[in-house]
């Protein structure tokens, strides 16, 4: 994972780069507030230790969003087989851009 992209998005000041286990805190954090935000807090019981031993898997895809080196969101994705092809394919599974002010810009866009 340590070879793993990380894209300059220069005119909004944004950068995007694959999540790591030290990242866990601000994952854990964007979760709970996806979650508080569709009513579904009850659901959320991966807690910041969990994350980190996630965020440690290759098959576990979550990028972050950041600006000025602090994230201000992020989207996990679900590698999967596109038959037609044969090759990987990322289907979205949520995504977080955080409050206006920190997003200025871009982040969601």
């Known amino acids: 994972m340590a070879d793993a992209p990380t894209i300059d998005l ?9 999540a790591t286990p030290t990242d ?4 854990a954090a964007m979760v709970r507030e996806i979650a ?9 019981h991966v807690d910041v230790r969990r994350w980190r031993t996630l965020l440690g898997r290759p098959d576990v ?16 994705a679900v590698r ?3 038959l037609w092809t044969g ?3 990322l289907a979205l599974d949520d995504l977080y851009c955080g409050p206006v002010p920190a997003t200025p810009a871009g982040a969601g866009s």
Not at 36 to 44: L, N, R
Request: with cysteine; proline share 0%; charged share 25%.
């Open 24 to 27: 866990a805190g601000e994952v």
């Open 61 to 76: 895809v979550v990028l972050l969003a950041e600006r000025d080196g602090r994230a201000v969101g992020c989207v996990s």
């Open 80 to 82: 999967q087989l596109h």
């Open 36 to 44: 508080e935000h569709e009513g579904q807090s009850a659901h959320v």
């Open 87 to 89: 090759d990987d394919v």
């Open 10 to 18: 220069t005119r909004t000041g944004i950068t995007i780069r694959r």
